[in-house]
Each structure stands twice: as C-alpha cells, then as structure tokens.
C-alpha cells in the first residue's frame, strides 16, 4: 500500500473545501476524481458594492449598487420593488439583464423570451460568475454568466456530470457565518482552503484549530503558488507568521510629493473620486489641498459645489483647475518642499484643451439610458492597453465626470470606487495621469491603472490546477495518517526502500510552485515548520498594545485592533471582570445601549478603566479564540509612520515592505492608503513572493542539521525506532539538501523541522 | 508586436492572465494551433488549461473508445452509456472542450496518427504525445524535426504518483527575464531519440530516479509489443531482470533504479487524477511560454513524484553533441 492512490480512507471521508474560485474549481475536480465522495464546499459571499455595466454578447450585466446601508439579505422586498421598477425599462431595451444589488442579483428576462410580460426573478450569491472567471474557473461557462444560481451549485452540478454518484453539499453563505461553528467542522476529516483573502483565512484557521481538523491551505499569484499543511500542534498554524498589512503610504507623498505612479492612484481613488463622488461627510479632508496653507483665497467648502449657472463641463474644468492647477501653485509656494524634488507643473483645462468639447453626445443625456455609460466610449477610444496623451486624459476626466453627473446621479454621495465600474475606473485612471504628468511620473493605460487601482491579483488556471492537484495530494496524506491511528500500522509491509507514510514526515508538507526554477526545481517541497510559541493565535501568546489611553475611544480599539488586526468577527472585550464590549444576537436593549455607550468613550475614562497595565481579554466565542492584551499608555505617535494612533507588538507586525512597487501592474503591495474594498487579494501574492524571495537569496538559505533534534518531545512517544531509522534512510537516500526558508519574524532562529 | 489588437471580448475574458503575461503573448497564443494525441487524463487537463488560455486551435487524436479506465482521470466525459456510445475519446473531449471557451476552435482528426504526414504537422505549432509507445515518439518527433518551420514537441507520460514531461524545442530563442535584466537565451535541444541515447554513465550522479525507471518500463513495453500502460504486477520480475541487464550495459549501478520505484509503475499503470492536475498544469505553463516566448521553458525533462513531492527539471542531452 505504498501507492497514495485507491485509498480506502478517501472514499469514507467528509472534507470541507471553502471557495469555489480558480482553485476551488480545479479542486473540487480533482477530489471528485481522485474518488472522494463525501464533499462539502462553502462559498464565502463577498460583500461588495459594485457599480458597472459590461457586455457581453446579447446577455448584458448590470451591476447596481444599492445604498451604502443595505446589508444584502436583509431587505428583499425593497430591491424587489427597485427591480420591478427596473423592469419597465428593460422590457422596452429587449434584451436579457442581471442586475446585481450588493449580495443578490436578479435575473430578468425580457417579455420576449418569458411571453409573459412578467419578469423572471431569481437570487444568487454575490460572488458571482463573471467574464473574468471564465479563464479559469472552467466549472463554468458563458451561460452561467448571470446564470441565477450560486457558484457552489454550478461548480457542484458541473462535477456530477462527471461524477453523477458522489455527494456534494453547497453552502451558499459566508464562511464566517455562525452556523458553521466549531461543531460544524468537527465533522470534516480535513477542511481545504481555496480562499483569496485573509480575513477569510485566518477565520477558517481558528476554526480548525479549536475543532482539531487538520487545514490544508492554498494560494496563487501567477506561476507563483504555494500548499501549506497545518495540524494544530505539530506545525504552525495560518497565523503563525505574521501576514503583510497593505501596503500604506505616508498622507503627504499621497497629497503633497507623489513619486510614482501609485501615490497618483491613490490619490484619484482614494482623495479625488471619493471626494466628488463618495460620501462628502467623510473625513478625508486632507483631499484634495496640497498642503496645510490654510490662507486658501478660497472657500474649500464651495470649491466641489456645482453653481446654478455652470453646465458639467463648466464644472468640471472648474475642479481639474482647482486640483491640477491651483492646488498645485499652491504647493509650489512653499519652497522648502521643492528643494531637493523636481518641481510640479500646475497644469490648467484651457493649456491642454482650448475648446469646448462640443459634441454632446445624445445618449449621455439620457439618464435612464442602460448602455454602460464609458467616457472611453463616448470619447472613441477603443483600446485598454494604450496610454492616452494628457490631452486625451483631460477629455476622458471631464467626459466621466459629466457623465457621472447625469447619468449616474441617484448613486452620488454613495459610491465607492469598484474595480468592475468602468466609468469609475475611467475617471480614476485620467485623474491620476493629470496629476502623474504634473509630477513628471510616466503615464499608464487604462489596463494598466485598472490593476493597481483594484489590487487585481494575476491569475492563471495552470497554476490553480497545479495547487489542487498538491491540495489533495496533501489531503490524502492526512487522511491516511489518520487512518493509520485508528487502524494501527496498516502500511507494516516494508520493503527496503519504502515510504513508511504513518507519520508526520509524509504528512506535512509545504509545497511553493515556483516560476524560475531554484535549484532544478519548479515544485519544492518544504518541511513545513513546528507552531511558533509566540503566535498568539495557536499558543494564545499574550500581545501588548501601546495607546494613549487619554484620547484613544473603545471603538478605535475595537476597529483598528480587535477586527483589522486580530480578525475577530463577533468579539467581546473584557477587562477584568467587567465587559466593555460584545457583539451577539440576543444581546438585551440595555446591554446594547450600554455597549454603544462605551465604545464613544475614551479608554481611561469607561466605567472600568483602561490605563497603562491594564489586561483587556479579547474573546471570539465562535472561533473559539481568545487574546489577551496588555494596555501600555503612551502620549505620542508618529503620524506618518503609526497613522493608527497605536502599536500592537508581540505577532502582528509585518515585516516592512522590501519589494519596490516599480512593476507598474498592480499585483503584490496594495496600493490603497486605507483598506481597499477587496483588500486581501493582494496578501497572499506578497506572502507567496517574500517567502520565494527568501529562498532565492542565498544569504537566507540555511541548512539545518538533519534532525538534529530527533523527534519534537510531544512525538517521541509514537515514533518507534524503525520509523526513526526509516526516516533517516529515506533522507540519506536524498542527495539534495533540503532547503529551509526563511521566514522574516525575528523567531527564525527557534524554527525547526516540525519532526 | 505588429498584429491584430485583442477585442475587447477577449480583453474581458483573459484580463486576469494578460496582467501575467501581457497583451502580446495573448495575441501570440490565440493565433497557435496545437495537436494532441492520447486523450487521457493527463492530456484531458492540458487540453483545458491551453483551452482556457486561448489558444487559437487545438485538434485531438485518439479514436479509442470510451472504456472505465479512460473515464477514471477524465472529467470531460460524463460517465453515461448513451452518450458515450459511438463516440471516440476525442470526440466526446471535444463537445466538452468547445464549451469551456467558445472563442477556441477544438476539432477532432481521426485516423492513426504514425500514418498522418509532413503537412499535416505542418499545420501545428505545437505537438504534444501522451501514452504513446517508444516507437511513436521517436517517429512523431523525428517528423516534426524534419518541417521547415519550428514546432515544438512535448511527450507526457503519468503512472501511478509520479509524471514525466520530455520538451523538444530545437533551436529555441527568447528573452530571460531575472528582476530588470534581460539576456537574450538560445537553447539547443536533442531530440527524444537523442536525449534518451545519451549514455547513462555520462549523466550527472543526482539524475532524477524516475528518469532511469521510465526509461526501462519504455523498453519493456517495447520488447513485449505492450501498448503503453499494458503492464501489471506480475510483470515485475521481468522488469526487474531487465532493469539489471540495463544497468549492466550502462554500467549504472542499480540502485539508481530502486526496485520500489518500478513496483510502483507497475503496479501503478493507471493515471493518479491529482499528479494529471499538477503534471498537465506544469505542461501547458511550459507550451503557454514556448508560444508566447515569454518565461523560462524547460529543458528537456520534468519529473514529478507525489511521494517526495519535488518537480525537478532535468537537462538529459549529450554534453558534446555532433555537428
């Protein structure tokens, strides 16, 4: 039974496999046809608010945003009625619609095709399948573009069709959700990750760890992936090596001294878009001045709103004037900036585009006009990839601000930019090559800014099909180890050089597909890495913040800690005895108004004080996951480098970003100032390269001494003396020196083999 | 590069892997037509990613039909008789194919594939073999040698937990990318039948394993006239006696070969689906690069095994090669 293959212990297990993306597709293929037969797939919903209009062929979808305040579910019979007012107008274009209303989308067909005049009306999951799946997400097709079901059901009908007798449970909700408790992955014999962001991550990984379920996890950039094995005890969990934050920049490269290309993005997205078109109530008011000369001649307050007088193209040469030329002269005034940088030019609408842009389009004046409303088309320009000269991008600024204006008026004040809103992505992609060609920074595409602006993450179905294929491979080591305890020694047959696989050694295993061979190879496994004792996480090390305790309220804490970096979805905050905080559903109103109290309230000054010493205990009850935390007042922080007012120390903090942004697309670093709206994407990338960084560099590459240490105590008690001696041959056998990557956190040096 | 611009369907479509490799690889790509033969699980998956990747035509060989063991790696066929019944293998792949991505021509050419001549592989930038006995590879890569034009030859091979992928790229040219340097590359590679007659003896000692136990399961197919994969346990002790005779010749010593690695091939004829993944994964990155002559492309051989878990490359040619 040397064979991984025809194992008795598959067909019998139930495994848990969460997302149905590039590499849920690939997997749940895989697992299907490597003879599982009990599989379980949960697809995380993403909660996004999106804005766009693409086509594609005669099926065309619409994504609509729906107030900032709905929450998806929550409020059917409100978007039903938008829908059917919605449907008037689509009876009269004739073709066939999806309309995507934050997590539900509706599909509607037209009189033609339903006779009836009736629209036809089904719910599906947010994550839906788009254009830009298809390539890799092979489970579906064109026709489930807009298709009303959930991804998990398409991806589970696309496998029986191949596999008709296998079970396969669909759960079309968010991992995150608390019916999928502890008790619910204690059912599964092996739970695998084929997730794209953190958050979701570092939740599944404290499930598994309080319910003991072995974590198979996943991720890919490009060519680049990686399969990481962890078993709660044996080797480090997801958490164990601290994950890069996004990237962030400091407030004044982004307002004052941008010097590439990103720090323009980030301005037009974050700054510019969010400003004219986002919540004006919002504090980013360090938007578009370029410095603190507050002696502005004019009233900042009045400079975004529209006169009576003034038509949109007025308008908007009247804010390109003030932000690429007045804010500008602005910031050249100060000269003690300027001195060691080259000089921005203010550049003013009438230099580069003397003439009105006359020809009105006549559908841009139609608001109730579905055609995807695209300066880019408007305009005639056709191809994504090119770079528009300043003149072209002073058209487009002012062409999708106008068409913003009138045809997308309903969602001013509520929008937020969306990597899928072309107009959005229009705009932002203009404004930041104004500003760039103001700084002298080399101007980008349209594809181009589209990928740094969204954190897009480079993908390509070989190397998904490549990590499920090591997924399950992994999957089914664990599971035969599994059975190996609860059978005894099955595999007692062995020959001389056979693979005695009851034990760790064949268990776990990282795997880093790589796109440069090291050292021949493009798929190196790794021994994975025993749980780093200072991982507050899986060891519940305790952390320690520094605050001012004086000025910082519960809510802060609450938000830039317990939930950015810690990760807790439902938290209660104790101090001492005494609860400061808690989130849950059957929370009494007076318990409720109580804690809303508390977290407008500074930290030393709640009923139970928060000051220099003190303990917080920080629980999750559905991760099963608690943290302590030690309250160090401080008075003072920098504003550039700690914007959080706060620094939490023991495991959280990420290495500082070695990698220069010069790529121009925007795959690893994300590129947003403040969390992008899909953040985590990008995260993983970044892992991933850090770590291959890591081994490429020979200066990090280390040679530990072949189980110097034996076995780790905690497994000397089941490891007999052939397995010792078993292992030992298998290695002697293995000319190559095993490669041990480094990882950054400063407890390298306690790092071991996991055996 | 001077062509046609991508439409914007296709822009849709690939924006996620032209940020990988760029608008002009797509381009390249979806202007290439590949050949297949040997629709098994390992090729299934090929098929899919290039299909996905927009190639611009793929034509599959293989008028077997349908049997249980062709279905335990597919997941292109759907397991039912009806539909199966009077189909050959590579029709069935294709209706599945055809609907992965609308935008890649799939067709089938029926017929025996050492029969087919030069201008049919004319017709084909890429050539790829899978479950094909000695003979055919030899033949098929000596025929794709011998057109004017470059057209690069792939074979791929998996038994049990471990795969084998041979890469024949002749005079092979392209830009090697490290951080910001570009050095233009040029790689010279022997073909399969002179890859494989390079005397073991003048191979490096740390030579991948399996590409010595390959090498004697090929020959034992061969002096048996078996079709690839029609092996099983009770062949072993042959096997391994012609393991020795081989090694003998080469002077090899034989635990190079290790007897557990070929009871394993033996045993283990049958394709494992989650090598098929990783192997036909690694193989359709490496067509991908030689279409786009973008990336690294191996040279000449692959090696993957589930049970030590490494993908190693292997440059199996004649250090000093005549003319």
Not at chain 2, 1 to 14: F, I, P
Not at chain 2, 298 to 309: E, I, P, Y
Request: charged share 25%.
């Amino acid at each position: 039974m040397a064979s991984l293959q025809h194992s008795q212990e598959i067909k019998g297990a139930k495994v848990l496999m969460v997302g149905a993306g590039g590499i849920g597709c690939e997997l749940l293929k895989t697992l299907a046809l490597s003879g599982f037969q009990d599989i379980h797939i949960n697809v995380a919903a993403v909660i996004g608010v999106n804005i766009g209009l693409m086509g594609i062929n005669e099926t065309a979808i619409a994504v609509v945003s729906w107030g900032s305040g709905s929450d998806g579910f929550g409020s059917i019979g409100f978007k039903v009625s938008f829908v059917c007012e919605m449907a008037e107008m689509i009876r009269s274009v004739g073709t066939r619609y999806v309309m995507i209303i934050n997590k539900l989308a509706f599909v509607m067909e037209t009189t033609e095709k339903q006779g009836d005049g009736l629209p036809y009306l089904e719910v599906i999951d947010m994550d839906t399948i788009e254009v830009s799946n298809l390539n890799r997400q092979f489970l579906f097709r064109q026709s489930h573009v807009g298709q009303s079901k959930a991804k998990a059901s398409v991806a589970r009908d696309a496998v029986l069709r191949f596999r008709p007798h296998i079970s396969i449970t669909p759960y079309h909700a968010n991992v995150k959700d608390s019916n999928f408790n502890v008790n619910f992955f204690k059912q599964f014999k092996v739970v695998l990750n084929g997730l794209d962001n953190l958050d979701a991550r570092r939740h599944v990984n404290r499930l598994c760890l309080a319910a003991e379920v072995p974590l198979v996890e996943s991720g890919t950039t490009g060519f680049l992936g990686q399969v990481t094995v962890h078993v709660k005890g044996k080797t480090e969990c997801y958490e164990c090596q601290p994950k890069p934050s996004p990237k962030t920049y400091p407030v004044c490269t982004i307002t004052s001294t941008p010097s590439k290309f990103v720090h323009c993005i980030v301005w037009a997205k974050d700054l510019l878009f969010a400003k004219l078109f986002g919540d004006k109530n919002q504090e980013n008011d360090l938007n578009v001045r370029s410095n603190d000369s507050c002696s502005s001649s004019e009233n900042k307050n009045n400079v975004f709103e529209r006169s009576d007088d003034e038509d949109w193209e007025q308008y908007g040469r009247r804010i390109y004037d003030h932000v690429f030329g007045y804010n500008i002269e602005l910031a050249l005034s100060d000269e003690e900036t300027w001195k060691n940088r080259t000089k921005p030019r203010p550049i003013y609408s009438r230099d580069v585009l003397p003439d009105k842009m006359t020809q009105q389009n006549g559908n841009a004046d139609k608001t109730d006009d579905l055609s995807p409303a695209s300066a880019m088309a408007s305009l005639g320009l056709k191809n994504p990839q090119d770079i528009w000269c300043l003149m072209e991008n002073t058209r487009v600024f002012l062409e999708a601000l106008k068409l913003f204006f009138m045809s997308r008026k309903k969602e001013i004040g509520n929008l937020s930019f969306d990597k899928d809103d072309q107009l959005a992505v229009e705009f932002v992609t203009a404004a930041a090559n104004i500003r760039a060609a103001s700084f002298n920074i080399p101007l980008h595409s349209l594809f181009e800014a589209k990928g740094i602006a969204g954190n897009i993450v480079h993908a390509v179905a070989t190397t998904n099909a490549i990590v499920a294929g090591l997924i399950v491979i992994e999957a089914i080591k664990v599971l035969k180890k599994d059975g190996c305890y609860r059978y005894g020694s099955i595999f007692s047959k062995i020959n001389e050089n056979w693979f005695v696989l009851n034990h760790m050694q064949h268990l776990c295993r990282m795997t880093y597909c790589l796109e440069h061979p090291s050292k021949k190879m493009l798929l190196m496994p790794v021994e994975p890495f025993e749980p780093n004792k200072s991982c507050c996480v899986c060891s519940q090390t305790p952390l320690s913040l520094e605050i001012n305790t004086h000025r910082s309220k519960l809510r802060d804490f609450v938000e830039k800690i317990v939930k950015a970096k810690l990760g807790m979805n439902s938290p209660l905050i104790m101090c001492g005895l005494a609860l400061l905080y808690e989130v849950g559903d059957d929370l009494e109103k007076d318990m409720i108004e109580n804690y809303t109290a508390n977290l407008e309230k500074v930290l030393s000054e709640l009923a139970s004080p928060v000051t220099d010493g003190t303990m917080l205990t920080v629980e999750d009850l559905q991760q099963e996951f608690t943290c302590n935390i030690y309250i160090k007042h401080r008075e003072e922080f920098d504003e550039e480098k700690e914007p959080d007012e706060m620094v939490l120390s023991g495991w959280t903090q990420a290495p500082p970003e070695k990698k220069d942004d010069k790529t121009s697309i925007g795959n690893g670093a994300s590129t947003s100032k403040s969390l992008p709206t899909e953040p985590m994407d990008a995260q993983k990338d970044i892992d991933v390269k850090e770590i291959l960084d890591g081994t490429a560099s020979p200066g990090k590459k280390r040679k530990l001494p072949e189980f110097s240490e034996g076995c780790s105590p905690d497994q000397s008690n089941d490891a007999d003396e052939t397995m010792n001696h078993k292992k030992i041959q298998k290695l002697d056998d293995d000319d190559d020196d095993l490669v041990m990557l480094d990882h950054w956190g400063k407890d390298t040096s306690k790092k071991q083999r996991s055996q | 590069m001077v062509g046609e611009e991508l439409t914007e369907q296709e822009t849709a479509l690939y924006d996620r892997q032209i940020r990988v490799w760029g608008a002009d690889a797509q381009r390249r790509l979806s202007k290439s037509h590949i050949l297949v033969y040997g629709m098994k699980g390992t090729i299934t998956e090929f098929c899919k990613n290039i299909v996905l990747a927009g190639v611009g035509s793929l034509t599959l060989v293989d008028d077997r039909a349908v049997t249980e063991e062709a279905l335990s790696a597919n997941f292109l066929m759907p397991p039912d008789e009806n539909v199966c019944s009077g189909k050959t293998l590579a029709e069935l792949c294709r209706d599945s194919l055809n609907e992965f991505n609308p935008m890649v021509r799939v067709s089938v050419e029926k017929g025996d594939l050492t029969s087919f001549g030069a201008e049919f592989f004319d017709k084909f930038d890429v050539v790829v073999l899978s479950f094909c006995s000695l003979a055919t590879k030899k033949l098929i890569n000596e025929r794709c040698r011998k057109l004017s034009k470059r057209v690069s030859f792939y074979t791929v091979d998996c038994r049990d937990c471990c795969g084998e992928i041979f890469v024949d790229l002749q005079k092979y040219n392209y830009a090697m990318k490290r951080q910001d340097e570009t050095t233009e590359c040029e790689l010279q590679y022997p073909s399969f039948q002179e890859a494989i007659s390079v005397p073991w003896r003048s191979l490096p000692r740390k030579v991948s394993k399996l590409y010595f136990a390959m090498r004697v399961i090929e020959r034992f197919e061969e002096a048996e006239g078996r079709k690839p994969g029609e092996i099983c346990i009770e062949d072993l002790p042959a096997v391994l006696k012609l393991k020795k005779e081989i090694c003998e010749a080469q002077s090899l010593n034989e635990s190079h070969i290790p007897n557990a690695l070929l009871e394993r091939l033996v045993m283990g004829a049958r394709e494992f689906p989650p090598v098929c993944a990783i192997i036909g994964g690694i193989l359709g990155q490496e067509v991908i690069k030689a279409i786009s002559g973008k990336g690294d492309p191996l040279k000449n051989f692959f090696f993957f095994d589930s049970m030590d878990g490494k993908g190693i490359i292997e440059d199996i040619s004649d250090p000093n090669p005549k003319g």
